[in-house]
């Protein structure tokens, strides 16, 4: 039981900087080589003049959508390339250490029934 608890703390634990090491993982499994392609981000203010700068999201953006049309199976992968841990990193720190401490007066309650001589 101890196990599983220190497994899930150091999986979902954030990091100072990015995401957490469980949330690293899943983005590698989805795409280990890093070939697929990311969502573009939207074309700043000052490129809506620019036609080779509109035409080169566009591809971009036209490629995108249609590998996520072409099969589900690379749809699945880009969501989960895509995807952000669940609560910001302080949250999720107080929400695991709270779990941490729960799980350990569990276990420690439960190891204290199992004494000779507990009623």
């Known amino acids: ?25 899943v983005r590698w499994a989805a795409d280990p080589w890093n070939t697929l ?4 981000e939207p074309l700043p203010m000052g490129l809506g003049d620019d036609g080779d700068a509109v035409a080169a999201h566009d591809e971009q953006e036209a490629e995108y959508y249609r590998l996520t049309a072409a099969s589900w199976t690379i749809r ?12 910001p990193a302080s949250t999720q720190r107080q929400v ?6 729960l799980s ?14 507990y009623r």
């Open 1 to 25: 039981m101890i196990w599983i608890v220190a497994i899930v703390l150091v999986l979902a634990w954030p990091s100072s900087e990015g995401a957490s090491l469980g949330i690293k993982a």
């Open 37 to 40: 392609p990311k969502i573009p």
């Open 76 to 87: 699945t992968r880009l969501r989960f390339k895509a995807i952000e841990d669940p609560l």
């Open 96 to 101: 695991l250490t709270g779990f941490g401490i």
């Open 104 to 117: 350990a007066l569990g276990v420690w309650r439960l190891g204290v029934r199992g004494r000779p001589g």
